[in-house]
């Protein structure tokens, strides 16, 4: 009698996979062929309005998701001013490439989520792909300036028409705009003329304003609010902070800003932030995040008592009552010695005075506000800090411009509804 060995399952397994990939790829092959047969004979113009005149047929190798894929497409050329074109790349949406949508698709999310030379990896693995870390950089970078440009001629029709179909929220929604940023080390090149924090006052990285828009309408068991599942969405650049205020502007709009009948601004308190606020949304309620405020109220106390110290605890009961006046007279009644100190105190009483009108955490709670920006800083390290700041990374403001659109879309889960618009 014969023994039944056992098999090498997995070896079936990637021998199949390997086979359905071929066959595949010769399927589709043959489909592109047919295609190209089958397509009606059109009169294809040059810019400068002359008739172009087919050169016969040009091959490139096409790398698709089922493996290298022969194409033979027509070659158009102007005998006028020579420009030529591939009218079938055009329509096939691989114009300068060969890397087929789908297995940009792949590069552009695989070198969002890793390291590009990790993300090679991946895709070898994961897709049979073997693809150079460069090439995943270039395609990755490519599709994040699609999706900024995507962004950006949406934030013009929205702020210019307003919103074609706006969402509906529940009843009793709580609409939170937050942002924050964080820095992201960047070239030497980017950097030439700006001050920076390190010792020599150089600068060593560029900062990157991170924003979100997320509702509420629940309380948790003991009372507390409690985000609304899913409803997270982030923009971000690095940019100025005029135009990182209409970028987050038309995201509030897209989500609803219009309609949300209660709106609250949560921020860290830098002096831009007032300005966005103020500008963008000033029907807002804008809170100065409770915890930074806590921070200050650290660094004041080490003025006064030494690099140990903690804030007495009815400074702490006033910042929580939000009696900032209160607070400000009590902890500036004692002056400390040293002049750097006196510099220090003085600075950090101006904070609570700048922001006391955003301060008032009792009547917050009250309304059960979210008091702490925990939300947005969250971000900035899952969305920006987990991709772009790893150790002996150094971008440029246009490949780190192009990941963060590229991760904000991905996260905010809007990346198919990109990819749909983009070939449409
Ligand atoms: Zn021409």
């Known amino acids: 009698m014969a023994t039944r060995q056992t098999p090498d399952f997995e070896a079936w397994e990637s021998l199949l996979l390997q086979a359905a990939r071929q066959g595949g790829a010769g399927v589709l092959g043959s489909l592109l062929t047919h295609w190209q047969g089958q397509a009606p004979r059109a009169v294809i113009q040059c810019d400068c309005g002359q008739r172009m005149i087919s050169q016969g047929r ?32 055009e329509r096939l949406d691989m114009v300068n490439t060969t890397y087929s949508p789908g297995v940009r ?3 552009a999310r695989a070198g969002s989520q890793t390291q590009f030379e990790q993300a090679a990896e991946d895709l070898l693995c994961y897709a049979g792909l073997k693809l150079e870390p460069r090439e995943i950089e270039r395609v990755a970078e490519e599709v994040g300036r699609q999706v900024e440009r ?33 820095g992201v080390p960047v070239r030497k090149s980017e950097l030439v003329g700006r001050p920076g924090k390190q010792a020599d006052g150089s600068a060593r990285t560029r900062e990157a304003k991170l924003g979100c828009v997320f509702t509420q309408v629940g309380l948790d068991k003991k009372g ?23 970028r987050m502007y038309a995201e509030a709009l897209r989500r609803g800003l219009a309609q949300a009948s209660t709106v609250v601004v949560l921020t860290d308190g830098q002096r831009y932030n007032h300005t966005i606020a103020q500008t963008h949304f000033s029907a807002a309620v804008h809170i100065v995040d409770l915890f930074h405020a806590y921070e200050h109220l650290t660094l004041i106390a080490r003025s006064l008592w030494g690099p140990a110290a903690e804030s007495p605890q ?23 010695n040293s002049a750097q100190a006196k510099k220090s105190l003085r600075k950090e009483l ?11 955490y009792a009547e917050y709670r009250e309304q ?32 780190a411009n192009a990941i963060i659109a590229l991760r904000c879309c991905i996260m905010s889960g809007r990346f198919e509804d990109f990819w749909a618009t983009r070939t449409r």
């Open 368 to 399: 059960h506000f979210f008091v702490g920006s925990g939300v947005v800083e969250a971000g900035c390290r899952t969305v920006i800090g987990e991709r772009l700041k790893q150790s002996g990374m150094q971008w440029s403001v246009r490949g």
């Open 58 to 89: 040009r091959a490139k190798g096409l790398l698709t998701t089922l493996g290298a894929v022969p194409f033979r497409r027509s070659f158009y050329q102007c005998a006028q001013c020579r420009q030529s074109r591939f009218p079938d790349d």
């Open 105 to 107: 698709r792949l590069m």
């Open 224 to 246: 507390r609010p409690q985000r609304d599942p899913d409803s997270t969405t982030y923009v971000g650049a690095i940019e100025s902070s005029t135009l990182f205020g209409w």
């Open 150 to 182: 995507w962004l950006s001629e949406e934030e013009e029709q929205l702020i210019c028409t307003g919103v074609s179909a706006p969402p509906k929220l529940a009843a009793g929604t709580k609409f939170y705009v937050s942002f924050d940023g964080t």
């Open 314 to 336: 009815a400074w702490r009961d006033l910042l929580e009552a939000g009696e900032i006046k209160q607070l400000i007279r009590k902890a500036g009644k004692t002056l400390p």
């Open 350 to 360: 101006g904070y609570f005075e700048n922001n006391a009108l955003h301060m008032r």
